[in-house]
């Protein structure tokens, strides 16, 4: 499915900056921030940062920056033109960048390891062609919402070393109400999220968020996101997502709102 800008107009407040709590077992354990823009009609920037906090930040003291921008296709889908990542543990950080053509081909990865000189990675073509990143995925299905009224799509995604495909399945639309830990009251479309592998190693056994996924379907629920509008100048946002895991259920919600005109901040965020 390709999404499209019609839905809105590009330049009319499409900047939106949302903050999301994540909660294990009613602990506050992780904060991120996502950053969407929007504003101009040939391109788009999206932005995403995240760090542990309370007691699992001091168990793990990790954090994350992911950051694409790219073209705005005829079709009003997204492209990469570049994806940055890179994550900080225990101090020690490791980066990577990718660079994506426009006409669907892998232009190159840079890696950049802790107390390293950058390093050209030479990747296989069967891996990165016809690939984009994980973010940009993400953001065409957000955008085609407004249109379809469903949750639904799917791309390959090239993550530094395997080729997968990310597929999100629609299931229902469903009327949510506003809490203390989550701003948002409205309809919302359901989906399951599902990463299946494509090319290159991925190991005998399940690891990262393959391990996770496969733990919760072990446990009938598979990751599950809820997407919706917020914003009528812009495409829908995740509202909340729930994760199950050997270790208890995972709960994200969006804590925080803003555009250039509209601010909404959960009870429990102003609290804290």
């Known amino acids: 499915m390709s999404a499209s800008t019609a839905a809105f107009a590009a330049g009319e ?43 699992l930040g001091k168990l793990v003291p990790w954090s994350g920056t992911f950051e694409s921008n790219g073209w705005v296709m005829k079709d009003g889908s997204y492209h ?41 990675k030479e990747v296989d073509a069967e891996l990165t ?15 085609a919402y407004p249109l379809t009224n469903v949750c639904e799509g799917e791309a390959e995604i090239f993550d530094g070393k395997r080729r ?60 599950t996101v809820w997407i919706g509008k917020v914003s009528e100048k812009g495409p829908a946002v995740p509202i909340k997502i729930r994760v199950k895991t050997a270790y208890g259920t995972l709960f994200m919600h969006l804590a925080e709102f803003q555009t250039a005109d509209q601010l909404l901040v959960a009870d429990k965020r102003k609290k804290d």
Not at 129 to 143: E, F, K, P, Q
Request: hydrophobic share 30%; charged share 25%; net charge negative.
């Open 13 to 55: 407040g499409t900047q939106q900056k949302l903050i999301y709590e994540v909660y294990a077992s009613g602990f506050h354990v992780v904060q991120a921030r996502l950053d969407i823009d929007l504003s101009s009609p040939k391109t788009y920037d999206i932005s995403l940062d995240a760090d542990t906090r309370g007691f």
């Open 80 to 120: 990469p033109k570049q994806h940055a990542s890179s994550a900080i543990w225990k101090k020690e950080k490791d980066s990577k960048d990718y660079q994506y053509n426009k006409d669907g081909t892998f232009k190159g990865l840079t890696i950049t390891e802790h107390d390293k000189e950058p390093e050209v």
């Open 164 to 223: 997968f495909k990310q597929t999100f399945t629609h299931e229902a639309n469903e009327q949510l109400q506003a809490s203390k830990y989550n701003i948002f009251e409205g309809e919302a479309a359901r989906c399951v999220v599902e990463v299946t592998p494509v090319a290159g190693d991925w190991g005998s056994k399940p690891r990262g968020w393959m391990s996770i996924q496969e733990q919760g379907r072990d446990r009938g629920s598979m990751p």
């Open 129 to 143: 062609d016809n690939t984009i990143d994980i973010l940009t995925a993400t953001l065409n299905v957000l955008s």
